[in-house]
Structures are given as C-alpha cells and as structure tokens.
C-alpha cells in the first residue's frame, strides 16, 4: 500500500474505531442494547434494599398491593415495592409504587403518559412541588381523572427519581437521569374527592414528610451485614403477581 493510502486510511480507521467504542460504551450505559449489559453491581444493591422499605412509619400502617406482571415486566423495572400506607388514626389512605431500574427504563414510563394509556386524562398541568418540611425533596405532582361506566375516579399524584437520596422530579427526566446505572421512582398517589384542593393540606404530604427521610434511611445508608452484600440475607422484594388493587399503571 502506498503512503499516500496509508495517510488516508489510517485517520479513517482510527475515526470508526473510536466511533464504535463510544457507541459500545454509551450503549452500556444506557442499556439501547440488552445483549451487551450486564447487572449491575449497583442495580443489584438498589433493588435488594427495597426489602428494607419500613411496613410502619409513624401512624402510616402499610399493605403490599398485587401488581399486574404482564405491566410490570414491560415496563423493564428491576423490583418494585407496591403498597398502600393507612393512618391509624385519620383513615387516610396513600399508595407508594416505588421501583429500581437503569435510568433509561425509569425515565419512559411517566404518569402524564401511562395514566393517560390506562383511561385517565390529566387535569391542568404538571407543577413542580417542593414539601417545606423536606428541603431534599421535589416532585411533580398532576391530577388525573377517568370517567366510564363504573363512575368516576380522581387521583393525585406526586412522582421523583433519585439516585443521592436527593428526591428531583424533573418535566424531562431522561436528560437528567437517563443515564443513570440504578435508579428509584417514586410514585405518592391518593384518591382525591376534589382536585382543586391546596397541595399543602394533602394527606400526601403530611405521610412524605415521614416516610421519604424514613426510605432514604434504608435506601442510601450503607450498611453492615445488608442486603448490599449478596452473601448477607435472603431478603426480597415479592415479585409482581396480579392485578393490582387500584389498577395502578406504571
């Protein structure tokens, strides 16, 4: 081969080199290729600590709900926790669908998008909400509402993603967290009688302000002898099964 091919050549080759360990890497991180990705280690320690989410949290008595698998397993999360926390002394009634996932499945599946598939329409806009009592907590809540022929249903939703124990609830949350290699969502949802109520006086945020810092606990503090260790503990999340209760979307 000449010199003058080899002076062409070479750039070239070395361009689609790194062209293709880029896309490799990016792919990996992002998980666009199932065949190339592995578990990862912090995956795997995100999802073992959903076992540890608390059953109890001050006056909030919790019971797991039943997911639909079929749901579950395409919307490509790792586990799930599924659950409904009754105060013992109001009746109020808030259900927690808090899941682990890469970042790029986490980040699809929104409640403007899923609630509007399963019938829902969403009332108003998405707005960001900051608890004033959790300065690492900031969601976007939505209200959804569904009209068929078993009468009428209204929800409020509150919904984040963190990876710090640091709760953001961005409009666009792949840019920010799509990349992630583990990551939560969080979904606070109540049956609401009226939409139009002051977002402060909500039981939801009366049970956040004890059960985020009560979940950051178990899901960001590393811990001795924990679930974190594959050889500690035989602790798991119970896999999805059924409908779930509320037919919740994900």
């Given amino acids: 081969m000449s010199k003058n091919l080899q002076s062409f ?20 991180a992002t998980e666009r290729w199932p065949f190339v990705v592995a578990r990862t280690q912090k ?33 490509k999360c790792d586990k799930a926790v599924s659950r409904k926390y009754r105060h013992l002394g109001s009746g109020d009634v808030v259900h927690v669908y808090l899941v682990s996932a890469v970042g790029r499945h986490a980040t699809i599946h929104t409640p403007d998008q899923c609630y509007r598939g399963a019938g829902f329409l969403m009332e108003g806009d998405m ?14 809540t939505a209200g959804f509402r569904k009209e068929d022929a078993k009468g009428s249903q209204r929800l409020r939703i509150f919904w984040g993603y963190s990876d710090t124990g640091t709760w953001r ?11 992630r290699a583990a990551l939560y969502k969080i ?64």
């Fill in 9 to 28: 050549f070479l750039p070239v080759a070395l361009v689609l080199i790194a062209v293709a360990v880029s896309t490799v890497l990016e792919g990996r």
């Fill in 43 to 75: 995956l795997s320690q995100f999802s073992d600590r959903l076992a540890d989410v608390p059953m109890e949290v001050g006056q909030w008595q919790g019971e797991d709900e039943a997911m639909d698998e079929k749901e579950f397993k395409a919307s």
């Fill in 127 to 140: 707005l960001p909400f900051t608890m004033k009592a959790l300065t690492d907590v900031e969601m976007l």
């Fill in 169 to 179: 609830g961005p409009r666009y949350p792949k840019p920010e967290f799509g990349s």
């Fill in 187 to 250: 979904y606070l949802i109540q049956d609401a009688d009226s939409l139009e109520n002051d977002l402060n006086d909500s039981s939801v945020v009366s049970f956040a302000e004890e059960f985020m810092p009560a979940i950051n606990q178990v899901l960001f503090t590393e811990r001795q002898g924990s679930s974190d260790d594959p050889s500690q503990g035989e602790g798991k999340t119970p896999e999805p099964n059924a409908e779930t209760a509320a037919d919740l979307p994900t």
